[in-house]
């Protein structure tokens, strides 16, 4: 998704606007760390630009009804 909207030259505050995640589950939330890792590290954004452009991209539903999950 990231190479996609790169291809497109736009700006990262553009990118919720034209992607959306929804995780389902525990393990692929691991997806919104690696993403901060992604455009703090490679694409070079900021921590306060990277959070803003996460927020409003990743969604998360918890289906499991036990404590621990």
Do not use: C, G
Not at 1 to 22: G, H, L, N, P, Y
Not at 30 to 59: G, H, P, W
Request: glycine share 0%; net charge negative.
């Amino acid at each position: 998704m990231i190479r996609r909207f790169k291809k497109k030259d736009r700006e990262w505050s553009e990118f919720s606007e034209k992607v959306a995640v929804q995780l389902n589950d525990t393990h692929p939330s691991m997806a919104v760390v690696e993403m901060f890792r992604i455009l703090i590290d490679e694409e070079n954004l900021s921590y306060e630009k990277a959070f803003l452009v996460i927020y409003k991209t990743f969604a998360y539903t918890n289906h499991t009804v036990l404590p621990e999950a």
